[in-house]
Nanobody, 114 residues
Framework: VQLQASGGGLVQAGGSLRLSCVASGSIFSINSMGWYRQAPGKQRELVAVSSSIGSTNYADSVKGRFTISRDGPKNTVYLQMNSLRPEDTAAYYC?????????WGQGTQVTVSS
């Protein structure tokens, strides 16, 4: 499985960005796709994840500000990020998982200026 992420950038605090990630290759019908982030000097952490059966999970720090969504036929996952804060600055990584396997996309940088 290959993942191609896009949509990062530089934004002022309070602004919005939308990340996209397209999965290609051997896509299993039951899977999860989501986003993780890693700031300098910190561990990679879950931001949001969406399963193919409709469940979603968010980090507490982004609840109410970020929304994850999927386009099933296009094998694409989106992350709409609103009310961005400087502490959201990180490299964001797309993740695809099925049957115990994890795949990662290249990171896309999100920088929020104060």
């Amino acid at each position: 499985v290959q993942l191609q992420a896009s949509g990062g950038g530089l934004v002022q605090a309070g602004g919005s960005l939308r990340l996209s990630c397209v999965a290609s290759g051997s896509i299993f019908s039951i899977n999860s796709m989501g986003w993780y982030r890693q700031a300098p000097g910190k561990q990679r952490e879950l931001v949001a994840v969406s399963s193919s059966i409709g469940s979603t999970n968010y980090a507490d720090s982004v609840k109410g500000r970020f929304t994850i969504s999927r386009d099933g036929p296009k094998n694409t996952v989106y992350l709409q990020m609103n009310s961005l804060r400087p502490e959201d600055t990180a490299a964001y990584y797309c993740n695809y998982a099925d049957r115990g396997f994890n795949y990662w996309g290249q990171g896309t940088q999100v920088t929020v200026s104060s």
